[in-house]
């Protein structure tokens, strides 16, 4: 095994058992049809965060990517007040989805979020919020919730991929679009534990 691979898997570990702290804010991002609403709303209802944050304002065609204004009231209906949800739509991809919920922290003093996303999609994003975090100037706790009631073996309807093909081209990406490298990533994690 080489170091590369080592370090994904342990990046993929850490992902996947993030220990998730009262945060002030739970980030569902736009993307994978309604398969983060629940996760989403599990921890929200749990008492982990105070609000409900719903980035994305993707406006090109993509089958899978519903507007943050339809989750929300998708939300609603399960139950969660409006005066709890928060939309950002000005962003149309990972990226600008991290700038612009690093705004909301700012904004709001916020010190710890909670991130979901697909399963496939989470460790691109992760990466992508602690770019956004560093350029903002910002330090905050960045928690990891993937979706996990997603199939990884079954092709998507909106690609002709599995998820677990979709998880390499992630890794394409996170490559591609320059984020940081997983070892930064490891040490974020090590302070992030140390922190109250």
């Not at 220990?19 to 980030?27: E, G, N, P």
């Not at 710890?112 to 975090?133: C, E, G, W």
Request: glycine share 4%.
């Amino acid at each position: 095994m080489t170091q590369k691979e080592l370090e994904k898997i342990k990046l993929m570990a850490i992902i996947n058992n993030d220990c998730l702290k009262k945060s002030d804010a739970v980030i569902l991002l736009e993307g994978d049809g309604y398969g983060r609403i629940n996760k989403t709303i599990e921890i929200f209802k749990a008492g982990l965060a105070k609000k409900i944050v719903i980035s994305g304002g993707f406006t090109g065609a993509r089958p899978f990517t519903i507007p943050a204004s339809e989750l929300a009231k998708k939300i609603v209906k399960k139950g969660v007040s409006k005066s709890k949800i928060i939309i950002e739509e000005k962003s149309q991809h990972t990226y600008e989805q991290g700038l612009e919920v690093m705004k909301l922290a700012k904004k709001n003093k916020w010190k710890r979020i909670i991130l979901v996303a697909s399963n496939f999609h989470q460790p691109r994003a992760y990466l992508t919020f602690l770019k956004a975090m560093k350029e903002t100037k910002l330090k905050i706790q960045i928690f990891n919730a993937p979706v996990r009631e997603l199939l990884w073996f079954k092709k998507t309807s909106w690609q002709d991929m599995t998820r677990l093909e979709i998880l390499e081209d992630e890794f394409v990406k996170i490559k591609k679009y320059k984020l940081p490298d997983i070892k930064e990533a490891i040490n974020y994690q090590q302070w992030k534990e140390k922190q109250k």
